[in-house]
């Protein structure tokens, strides 16, 4: 059994705002993502959607107000919370949850499938 | 709604390899705790324990050998996996499952409940 290095996982990812399952336990996924730019406003029903900031920094946009994340921050939107990630340079995310949710339903901006990262 | 800064509340813990809760969702709790030395060998039959490490290093010895995770690295110990933990130095970490586990059963050592960080 090998441990999982999150930031290398993260780091070659080359599409922005998918995730990568690297762990399973207990139902819940852990999945590496990068971002930048902000996704679509966007809710998931079916699930809380977990945040902890690998790299960098992202503003967890909500209807209510903004959420300031730094890197080693941890914070959880609620199922049912509207929400718009965005981040004013690239950050690295590890997402945990039940399921994948960077479909196009989940937020997935249009341009994030063909913008590679540098 | 407050991001949870994990490395702050791992560093105000006064007590070794006891876990507090600083979040929820899905049916998991995600908890931090500190550690040095050796917890005892123990086994959770009810849940895998995801270790992430937010600061040093620590060792999951395991019966088939041992896994060394560094800082950013994360490892799930599967339910009915028998394990150790053994950190040189201490160590702070972020441990994900649906219940608290840092109990006599859940491998605690009687010397960490009187132990106190520097």
Not at 22 to 38: H, M, P, S, T
Not at 43 to 50: L, N
Not at 80 to 98: Q, Y
Request: proline share 4%; with cysteine.
């Amino acid at each position: 059994m090998e441990p999982v290095d999150l930031c290398d996982h993260a780091a070659a990812l080359t599409e922005y705002w998918s995730q990568k399952t690297v762990a399973e336990a207990n139902g819940n996924l852990f999945k590496v993502a990068k971002g930048i730019g902000a996704t679509n406003w966007h809710t998931h029903d079916d699930q809380d959607e977990t945040f902890l900031v690998l790299r960098g920094e992202i503003t967890i946009q909500l209807r209510m107000g903004d959420v300031h994340l730094s890197e080693g921050d941890l914070f959880v939107v609620p199922r049912g919370v509207e929400h718009c990630p965005l981040a004013a340079d690239e950050v690295h995310l590890l997402l945990i949850g039940p399921s994948v949710t960077s479909n196009a339903l989940g937020g997935k901006p249009a341009w994030s499938y063909s913008k590679h990262s540098a």
